[in-house]
């Protein structure tokens, strides 16, 4: 089955430090690859997608991820991060047009000052 | 834009009550809409995929009798919780795909509804 795994269910940085996320998902032909965050009660945002174009994609706020085919991956970093992104980080992935995302089991990003 | 929306944000029912969640698309038609509940802490679990004009698909382990769910037009998509218990007591999110788009794998999801039955 396919499937999406974030590879950290916490991270903490401090504001002004590198923020990195990771995802991994199993092999696919052409998956399609979404970073989304969602603060506490809200709703998702869309922070950034990979549809088979560029492999560094970036996004809103600051973020950026790579599709490395190679390594299955798509990591979503950050140069500094702030205290407003602060939240829960999903990995998405779409492996077939139409069908229903994959959902990562999330990220929680915490950044002290 | 390609906004969805979802009314209500948040409800509070009594055991046993039924009740509805909509979720319209603003500005663009959806051919297809999902709805997915997530618990505290948790990730988002989808529950069904909703196709305008016809039955709802439905995830493994998810009661159809339980979770009613309608696409009667391109724009609206409607789940009702029936006979709400407790357990039922969740985030749940739609999300909408544009039809006739060459990005048929992106999605637009709505801010979401808090259901809290008591």
């Known amino acids: 089955a396919q499937s999406v795994t974030q590879l950290d269910s916490h991270v903490s940085v401090s504001e002004g430090t590198p923020v990195l996320l990771r995802c991994n998902y199993s092999?696919?032909?052409?998956?399609?690859l979404f970073w989304y965050v969602q603060h506490p009660n809200k709703g998702l945002q869309l922070l950034l997608k990979?549809?088979?174009?560029?492999?560094l994609v970036k996004g809103i706020n600051g973020f950026e991820a790579e599709f490395k085919k190679s390594e299955t991956s798509f990591h979503l970093t950050k140069p500094s991060a702030h205290m407003s992104d602060a939240a829960e980080y999903f990995c998405?992935?779409?492996?077939?047009?139409?069908?229903?995302?994959?959902f990562g089991k999330g990220t929680t990003l915490s950044v002290s000052s | 834009g390609a906004v969805v929306s979802q009314h209500p944000s948040w409800v509070i029912c009594k055991s046993g009550t039924s009740v509805k969640i909509e979720c319209r698309s603003l500005?663009?038609?959806?051919?297809?809409m999902f709805w997915y509940r997530q618990f505290p802490k948790q990730s988002l679990m989808l529950m069904a995929t909703?196709?305008?004009?016809?039955?709802?698909?439905?995830e493994q382990g998810v009661e159809k009798d339980k979770f009613l769910i309608n696409h009667a037009s391109l724009t609206l998509s409607t789940l009702t919780v029936t006979s709400a218990h407790p357990e039922d007591s969740s985030f749940y999110i739609c999300?909408?795909?544009?039809?006739?788009?060459?990005?048929?794998?992106?999605?637009?999801f709505g801010p979401g509804t808090r259901l809290t039955v008591t």
């Open positions: 092999s696919s032909y052409s998956p399609s």
């Open positions: 990979y549809t088979s174009a560029a492999t």
């Open positions: 909703s196709n305008e004009g016809s039955k709802a698909t439905y």
């Open positions: 998405v992935v779409g492996y077939e047009a139409g069908t229903a995302l994959i």
């Open positions: 999300s909408a795909r544009i039809i006739g788009t060459t990005l048929s794998y992106e999605q637009y």
């Open positions: 500005d663009f038609q959806a051919t297809t």
